[in-house]
C-alpha cells in the first residue's frame, strides 16, 4: 500500500523503515527538512511541504501523524484536514487522550474523513521487533489498512496463540487488534501504559531492596552484596516474573550496575495520569497505578512540602532532630 507518514521522530522513521522493508511505499514530511532526506536516502518519497506532501498521496489517502501528543497533533491533524478529501483516512500513532479522539472523529465525519487512533507500544525496538498495535475506528476503515498494520505488528512468531484462541475470529495473536469505535484504541493504550507504570515501579522497588541489601543497619550476618544483572538475567529463564521489561532491566544493569549515569527524575507523558483519571470516572479502585504514578511526580521533587511537615510533627511531639 502507499501510505504517507507525518513525523520523523525515532518511533515514526523506525515505522517507515518497517514499512518500506515490507514492501509499502512511503510519502514522508516532517519539518525538519534533514529528517525528511535522512529517511529519503532510504527510499521514502520525502516531501518539503505539507502541499507536496498532500500532491504525493494517491485518493483515497492514508495519512499516519506520529508527532508529539497534545497541541502539535492537533495543530497537525487540524491543518491537515484542511486538504483532505472523503474517504481519506488520518492515523493518530501517537499517545492521544482517548476523548480527543472521539471529538476529533465526529468533527471529521460529516467531511467524510475517516478517524484511526492506533496506540502503538514499541519504542525505539520496534523497527526489529513490531509495535504492539491498539486500533480504535470504523471495522471498514481498519480492516482496509490492515496490510499497514500487519507489517508493523510483530506478526505471532514463535508465540503460539493462547489456549482457546481462535485465530480466525481476531488478529490479536498478530500483534493488532482492532479496539472498538474511535478513542477505543488509545483507551487500551493509556490503561497499557497505566499497568507499565506499576509494572516499572515493582521492579525498581524490588532492585531497591536488594541493592541495599548490604546495608550497615542490617546485623552482619544478614547482609547480602547481590549482583543485580546477574538476578535479573536468572529471572528471566523460567520466572513467573520475566517480561520484556526485565529483560530491559538486565541490560540497564549490565551496562551500568549503580546505574550512575541517572539522577532519578521520573517523568510521566500522561497515559497514567489518564489512566488515574478513568478509573475516579468509573469507580474503580487502581492502588498500584495510582501509587505509581504519584511515586513519579515525587521524583522531580528533593523533598516535599508533607516531608516537612512529618519532621515538623514529629520534632513536636517527640523531640525528634532531623538527620543533618
Not at 5 to 26: C, E, F, P, S, T
Amino acid at each position: 500500500m502507499q501510505i504517507g507518514i507525518i513525523g520523523l521522530g525515532r518511533m515514526g522513521a523506525n515505522m517507515a523503515r518497517r514499512l518500506m522493508a515490507g514492501g509499502h511505499q512511503v510519502v514522508a514530511w516532517d519539518r525538519s527538512a534533514d529528517a525528511v532526506r535522512a529517511l529519503t536516502a532510504d527510499g521514502a518519497a520525502g516531501a518539503g511541504s505539507l502541499e507536496e506532501f498532500i500532491a504525493g498521496l494517491q485518493a483515497p489517502r492514508t495519512v499516519w501523524v506520529m508527532v508529539p501528543a497534545g497541541d502539535p497533533t492537533e495543530q497537525t491533524i487540524t491543518t491537515l484536514s484542511s486538504h483532505l478529501q472523503p474517504d481519506d483516512v488520518i492515523v493518530d500513532g501517537g499517545n492521544t487522550h482517548y476523548k480527543d479522539d472521539v471529538r476529533r472523529a465526529q468533527a471529521l465525519r460529516p467531511r467524510g474523513i475517516h478517524y484511526v487512533d492506533a496506540g502503538t507500544s514499541g519504542g525505539v525496538w520496534g523497527a526489529e521487533r513490531g509495535y504492539c498495535l491498539m486500533i480504535g475506528g470504523e471495522r471498514a476503515v481498519v480492516e482496509r489498512l490492515t496490510p499497514i498494520f500487519q507489517t508493523l505488528a510483530p506478526g505471532q512468531g514463535t508465540v503460539p496463540p493462547s489456549k482457546g484462541l481462535d485465530p480466525a475470529t481476531t488478529t490479536a495473536h498478530l500483534g493488532f487488534v482492532h479496539c472498538g469505535p474511535a478513542g477505543a484504541g488509545h483507551f487500551v493504550k493509556m490503561i497499557h501504559n497505566g499497568i507499565e507504570y506499576g509494572l516499572m515501579q515493582s521492579y525498581a522497588e524490588g532492585f531497591d531492596i536488594l541493592r541495599h541489601a548490604s546495608s550497615e543497619a542490617l546485623p552482619p550476618d544478614h547482609r547480602y552484596d547481590f549482583d543485580l544483572a546477574a538476578i535479573a538475567e536468572v529471572w528471566r529463564r523460567g520466572s513467573v516474573v520475566s517480561s520484556w521489561l526485565l529483560d530491559l532491566a538486565a541490560i540497564a544493569l549490565r551496562e551500568d550496575p549503580g546505574l550512575e549515569r541517572f539522577e532519578g527524575k521520573v517523568a510521566d507523558s500522561g497515559e497514567g495520569r489518564w489512566t488515574v483519571a478513568a478509573a475516579i470516572e468509573e469507580s474503580v479502585p487502581a492502588d498500584v497505578l495510582t501509587t505509581a504514578l504519584y511515586t513519579r511526580f515525587r521524583s522531580r521533587q528533593d523533598h516535599t512540602f508533607a516531608e516537612k511537615m512529618l519532621s515538623a510533627l514529629r520534632a513536636q511531639f517527640g523531640g525528634h532532630v532531623e538527620p543533618r
